[in-house]
């Protein structure tokens, strides 16, 4: 069964510190893994999209890395701000398809 | 979320009540989705439509239809509403070229009392 697992399933940090945030998948075959941001009370936004070939894509202060052979990725955010809490979704999608499997997201909050 | 217009953003039903929530979309894309979300969960396919005059089944279709009126609209109907479909329903296009991006609507917040 194709399935998306995210960890931490939430997580509190200060503002100006790191963090990352874990996606495993089943998903088979692979074609593309993205993250996704969801403010509260808003859709989700894209952050990042990457291929079976791509090991790592930036946008900002968001690195995402994604591990094929061990069907992981991590969401690496460097010297969080407060506009940066937020529900985190790790969204994979199978080759040939038009069907996207969602995690169930990383809520996660920056303190001042 | 610029492109993908949902209404209404908030309703409240009676059991049994139907009702219809709009998506339309500008960026002239041809792949058109209905999710719901729901805690604890990820967002779940409920129809999906690959062109304008096509629509399938996704994982969550019972109690629910869908039309894609025209390429820019993609309503989804619920003709009898229940309390388990309390949700919130999310529109949404995909850019079907390099990246693949899906834009999402705002939202639409459905209580089903």
């Known amino acids: 069964k194709n399935q998306v697992e995210q960890s931490p399933q939430s997580l509190i940090i200060l503002e100006g510190k790191n963090c990352t945030l874990q996606c495993n998948y089943t998903v088979s075959p692979f074609s593309n893994l993205r993250w996704y941001k969801q403010d509260t009370g808003r859709g989700p936004v894209s952050l990042t999209i990457m291929t079976f070939s791509e090991n790592t894509k930036s946008n900002g202060r968001y690195t995402a890395t994604l591990d094929a052979d061990t069907k992981q990725s991590s969401l690496h955010i460097t010297a969080s701000q407060l506009s940066d809490s937020a529900s985190y979704i790790c969204?994979?999608?199978?080759?040939?398809?038009?069907?996207?499997?969602f995690g169930t997201g990383t809520r996660l909050k920056v303190l001042a | 979320n610029a492109g993908v217009t949902q209404t209404p953003k908030f309703q409240v039903l009676k059991t049994g009540q139907s009702m219809t929530l709009q998506c339309a979309q500008d960026?002239?894309?041809?792949?058109m989705y209905w999710y719901r979300q729901d805690p604890g969960m990820g967002l779940r396919l409920i129809y999906y439509s690959a062109s304008e005059g096509t629509t399938d089944k996704g994982e969550v279709p019972n109690g629910y239809n869908v039309s894609r009126l025209n390429k820019r609209e993609f309503s989804l109907r619920l003709e009898s509403a229940a309390p388990s479909q309390t949700s919130v329903y999310f529109c949404a296009t995909i850019r079907t070229d390099s990246g693949n991006t899906i834009y999402f609507g705002e939202g639409s917040w459905l209580t089903v009392v």
């Open positions: 960026m002239n894309h041809n792949s």
């Open positions: 969204v994979v999608s199978a080759r040939g398809t038009y069907k996207y499997i």
